[in-house]
């Protein structure tokens, strides 16, 4: 079945340094990849996405890159903010003609210090 | 604000209770699709229906149920509740089951 495994953390980080959190998944055929990140109480919003090989996604700042031959698609930011403290989800979706629910890993944690 | 609504925010209620969750989804998606988050499940995929037909099921108990109606909302039922249901429940949609879901603030639920 599908998976997806991405760092655990917290990950601590002091303002304006260069964040890169890992992820890496398992699936059949070929998923799309999502970042979603979660605000300490709120729902999940959509970070990122790529739908293909080496397609990168990119938004606020954040990109992250389609790897096929490493089935990876890990999130970076090169300089990272306050604003940036949230809990951050890699997802895939199989590519089973829209009838599926996204894979999430376990979540990270990241902490800024200003 | 996604255009996702859920209600209620937040359930507390007893052990082997029944619950109804509801889910508005964005206006012109057709896909509803219900999370569950927990501790120590992580965020896992329930069900997902379309434009009122059930079209996937993920890890959904037996004791959980879903529909979706005519003007496209949707509930979550969950009967005989035990204290491991709880949990936050995310409801999300989109256009046409594909890829890009939205998802709602979440019902928090409490069983005690």
């Known amino acids: 079945g599908n998976s997806v495994t991405q760092m655990e953390g917290p990950v601590t980080l002091s303002e304006e340094a260069f964040l890169t959190i890992n992820c890496t998944y398992t699936?059949?055929?070929?998923?799309?990849l999502f970042w979603y990140v979660q605000y300490p109480g709120e729902g999940l919003q959509l970070l990122l996405k790529a739908t293909k090989a080496d397609d990168k996604g990119s938004n606020k700042g954040f990109e992250a890159t389609y790897r096929k031959e490493t089935t990876s698609f890990h999130l970076e930011k090169g300089s990272v903010q306050v604003s940036d403290s949230a809990v951050y989800f890699c997802a895939l979706l199989s590519s089973g003609g829209g009838a599926d629910g996204l894979t999430f890993g376990k979540g990270t944690h990241l902490i800024i210090q200003p | 604000d996604s255009g996702v609504t859920q209600t209620p925010k937040h359930l507390i209620t007893a052990t082997g209770q029944r619950v109804t969750l509801r889910c508005s989804p964005r206006s012109g998606d057709l896909s509803v699709y219900w999370y569950q988050q927990s501790l120590d499940q992580g965020l896992q995929f329930l069900i997902q229906?379309?434009?009122?037909?059930?079209?996937a099921k993920g890890n959904i108990l037996e004791r959980f149920s879903a529909q979706q109606f005519p003007d496209l909302h949707s509930e979550l039922n969950l009967s005989s509740l035990e204290l491991g249901d709880s949990a936050l429940y995310f409801c999300?949609?989109?256009?046409?089951?594909?890829?890009?879901?939205?998802f709602g603030p979440g019902t928090r639920l409490l069983v005690l």
């Open positions: 229906y379309y434009n009122g037909e059930e079209r």
């Open positions: 699936a059949t055929g070929y998923p799309s």
């Open positions: 999300a949609s989109s256009v046409d089951g594909g890829e890009t879901q939205y």
